[in-house]
């Protein structure tokens, strides 16, 4: 006998719980990441405005925060949100004011929307 498996159900949009927390949908398509090139000059850019909080050093914490950056014309920075968070508010908005700081991810990135790896690690 032939098995048959259920249809499955349409995509549903984003829940109302979802857009009142702030939860993103991407209509560009999924996020992208940057050229290995251009991955490392942004985070070069990046180490030059992002402040490590008192309070995250004082704790000892560490953590990655992974942003969502909309980026429009010439690659200016249009958006920048978590998609990802490190568990410590502290450091999750330090890498967003860092990442407003860069102001531009570059040409290359002209209209898309990329995920940036901002990593706060003690030495």
Same mark, same amino acid.
Request: charged letters at 25%.
């Given at each position: @006998?032939?098995?048959?498996r259920p249809p499955r159900p349409a995509p549903?949009? @984003?829940?109302?719980?979802?857009?009142r927390t702030g939860e993103k949908t991407n209509p560009r398509g999924a996020p992208g990441t940057l050229t290995e090139p251009e991955l490392t000059a942004t985070l070069a850019?990046?180490?030059?405005? +992002?402040?490590?909080?008192?309070?995250a050093v004082e704790q000892g914490w560490e953590g990655e925060v992974i942003?969502?950056?909309?980026?429009?014309?010439?690659?200016?920075i249009l958006d920048a949100s978590v998609?990802?968070?490190?568990r410590h508010p502290s450091l999750d908005h330090a890498a967003l004011?860092?990442?407003?700081? +860069?102001?531009? +991810?570059g040409p290359g990135a002209a209209g898309k929307?990329?995920?940036?790896p901002?990593?706060?690690?003690?030495e």
């Amino acid at each position: @006998p032939e098995v048959r498996r259920p249809p499955r159900p349409a995509p549903r949009p @984003p829940s109302t719980a979802a857009r009142r927390t702030g939860e993103k949908t991407n209509p560009r398509g999924a996020p992208g990441t940057l050229t290995e090139p251009e991955l490392t000059a942004t985070l070069a850019r990046l180490s030059g405005v +992002l402040l490590y909080p008192a309070e995250a050093v004082e704790q000892g914490w560490e953590g990655e925060v992974i942003v969502l950056i909309e980026a429009g014309q010439e690659g200016r920075i249009l958006d920048a949100s978590v998609a990802s968070s490190s568990r410590h508010p502290s450091l999750d908005h330090a890498a967003l004011r860092a990442v407003r700081l +860069l102001g531009s +991810l570059g040409p290359g990135a002209a209209g898309k929307s990329v995920l940036l790896p901002v990593r706060f690690r003690l030495e």
